[in-house]
């Protein structure tokens, strides 16, 4: 019967257990537990029940700890310790003092949009641990959907999604056609997306959602453009249009740095800004940690806010 008593026993009966120890007393035990005497004493001969051995013997007013007692007592204290420890790293998670952010982002969210705000959540908790994965928006799907990652970033929706994730836009990204500075089109307002039959277009491997909405794109105005190359980062596109391999179309969030240092030269695709809907991916039944819900909280809110707050004065 000892043996199994650990599966019946409860912290209440451990917490009431210590208070007996302390005061040697029912009666005074209670009192500091707000508890009825009848109440504690119920416990303590329950407790002893389950353990097969008596913990307190009665002399006179007071209750003297049997052996069994005190060895109990060693082991129920460091319970009660890593239980308050517990409720302490828990307290720290509401109030993001500590945890864990998994993300996963599509490459160029990932690459280019994403670290100035995983750099400002550093600024407000820094003793929050971050980690980000970086993968094609199939890969981000799979990754949240798994639970592998808590939250997910994309440039475009596939056609069926999950009925497990739930979607969230959080910003509008602008694609745009990049050619060589000394290119004919590099001095143009606009080239309509017709031109770009013309000329060897670059492309992100299929899964990219640069590639979706480019796709996309074309099919509406009935299109079938011609693929000569394929590649699987942004960074070799824009070494490759660099050379002189051809032109590609990619969001202009991935191309800020070249076009400053005169690399690139960046074009309006057609009459209208050629736009996309970045998405947030989560599961739709997970409630999401305390820390992924302050990532969130910053996600969503206004580019400009974050910066008039955050900036440091200069």
Known sequence: MVKHWQHNVTLYQLRIFLAVLRHRNYTHAAEELHLSQPAVSAQVHELERLLGLALFEQVGKRLVPTQAALVLE??????????????????????IEAGRLTLVASTTIGNYLLPSTLALFHRRYPRVEIELAIANSQVVYEEVRTGRRELG?????????????????????????????????????????????????????????????????????????????????????KRAVAANMGVAIISQAAVAAEVTAGWLSTVRIGDTALRRTLHLVQRRAARLSPVAQAFLALLLEPAAAQVSREEPQR
């Open 153 to 237: 970033l994309i440039e475009s929706q596939i056609d069926s999604v999950d009925e497990t994730l739930l979607l969230t836009p959080y910003r509008q990204d602008e694609l745009v056609l990049i050619v060589p500075p000394w290119h004919p089109w590099a001095h143009l307002e606009s080239v309509p997306l017709a031109a770009l039959r013309e000329v060897t277009l670059l492309w992100r491997e299929p899964g990219s959602g640069t590639r979706s909405v480019v796709e996309a794109a074309f099919e509406q105005v009935g299109i079938q453009p011609t693929v000569t190359l394929e590649l699987s980062s942004n960074e070799a596109i």
């Open 74 to 95: 060693e082991h129920a204290r460091k319970v009660m310790a890593e239980i308050e420890a517990a409720a302490d790293a828990l307290e720290s998670l509401h109030r």
